[in-house]
C-alpha cells in the first residue's frame, strides 16, 4: 500500500478472477471496494492544486495528480497519494491499464465533473481557474454551479 497522512490504500489485482480490491484504512475505518475489470470504463487522470499557505502569494498552489478507477456507476481512487507531476501519475496508470485494457484520460472536463459531483466544489474552481488564466472566481464559480445542477451520472 501506499501510505499518506493517515490514509492508506492497498490495490490488489487478480487477472486469474479479472477482480480489483481496493481497500483504504485510516485511523478511524476501514473500506473496501471491489469490482471487476469489465466495471472500469477508464482510468482518470485527476488534476487539482494543493495550497500551502505559508509561502509566498506566487507559489502558494502546487500542482497535484491523483488516478481514479472510472466505474459505471462510481469512481474509487487507485491510491492516496498525490502525484507532483502528470507524468507520475501516468506511471502509475500504465501499470494496470493492460490488464483492464481501458484508456487513460487526462481530459479536464471529466476532472471537473468528478470533482464536482464529489463535493469538492473549491477544487474545481481552482482547477478550473488555473486552466482558464484571466477567469474569474465568479465565472468560476457559475460554471460548477452548472455542472453541478445538471446532476449528471459519474463518468
Do not use: C
Not at 501506499?2 to 490504500?9: E, K
Not at 485494457?101 to 464529489?118: K, R
Not at 477544487?123 to 474569474?136: C, H, I, S
Amino acid at each position: 500500500g501506499q501510505r499518506v497522512g493517515r490514509a492508506t490504500v492497498a490495490v490488489a489485482v487478480d487477472p486469474a478472477r479479472r477482480k480489483v480490491t481496493v481497500t483504504g484504512k485510516s485511523s478511524t475505518k476501514s473500506v473496501t471496494d471491489r469490482f471487476r475489470f469489465d466495471e472500469v470504463v477508464k482510468l482518470l487522470l485527476l488534476h487539482t492544486y494543493d495550497r500551502d499557505e505559508e509561502l509566498l502569494p506566487a507559489n502558494r498552489q502546487h500542482e497535484r495528480w491523483s488516478v481514479l478507477f472510472v466505474l459505471k456507476d462510481r469512481t474509487i481512487p487507485l491510491s492516496t497519494n498525490l502525484y507532483a507531476s502528470k507524468e507520475q501519475a501516468l506511471r502509475e496508470a500504465n501499470r494496470i491499464q493492460p490488464l483492464l485494457n481501458v484508456d487513460i484520460s487526462d481530459s479536464p472536463d471529466e476532472g471537473l465533473v468528478h470533482l464536482t459531483q464529489t463535493g469538492r466544489t473549491v477544487d474545481a474552481v481552482t482547477a478550473l481557474r488555473r486552466q482558464q488564466p484571466g477567469m474569474t472566481l465568479r465565472q468560476a464559480k457559475e460554471i460548477v454551479d452548472h455542472v453541478t445542477s445538471r446532476r449528471t451520472p459519474p463518468l
